[in-house]
């Protein structure tokens, strides 16, 4: 089956400008993670959402925004952009939300989109 | 593109050696842990996961062992072939509702021929 696809794969902005990156998880997966990766603070967490709702959220600004559609496909907004905003974005799919007794809760990663902020 | 930073440790081991990778993680309260591995412009891939109830589990080729008393997490790979050379990541999933994990830093493991 198709694993998770992310778009676009690659992009450049300038500061101030906004970015919009889609995800679209495997089939079947109603939960989806953001995470930033950049070489400096690793893979960090940005948000889930499960069923339209956002689930969790990790520590990053009002600028990064997300949501969730009724066919679980996922984007994340990034507004007025930041130099330090450059990094990799990976989405994550999983089957489900919790059920931490009943499923392994594996998150099964996209290859990413790399923003670059000029 | 890259996945690691300039400081990431590094893990260098013969060709059929076994390699040992371990992982400090931050929550007591963690229930669920993975392993996972990324070479260079990949996204991250699974490699074997265990719960917080028990404290080693096998793979193919990998044994994941946990230590909740000094929360400690060690993957181990037998035999260590090229293909494994990548950055490896363990995560903990803290234990409240829903998908949200830590991720450690990330440890690089070259394989030399």
Known sequence: KAGVTQTPRYLIKTRGQQVTLSCSPISGHRSVSWYQQTPGQGLQFLFEYFSETQRNKGNFPGRFSGRQFSNSRSEMNVSTLELGDSALYLCASSKAAWQVLTNTGELFFGEGSRLTVL | ?113
């Open chain 2, 1 to 113: 593109g890259e996945s690691v930073g300039l400081h990431l440790p590094t893990l260098s081991v013969q060709e059929g050696d076994n390699s040992i990778i371990n992982c400090a993680y931050s929550n007591s309260a963690s229930d669920y842990f993975i392993w996972y591995k990324q070479e260079s412009g990949k996204g991250p891939q699974f490699i074997i996961d265990i719960r917080s109830n028990m404290d080693k589990r096998q793979g193919q080729r990998v044994t994941v062992l946990l230590n909740k008393t000094v929360k400690h997490l060690s993957l181990q790979i037998a035999a260590t072939q090229p293909g494994d050379s990548a950055v490896y990541f363990c995560a903990e999933r803290i234990a409240d509702y829903g998908q949200n994990f830590v991720f450690g830093p990330g440890t690089r493991l070259s394989v030399l021929p």
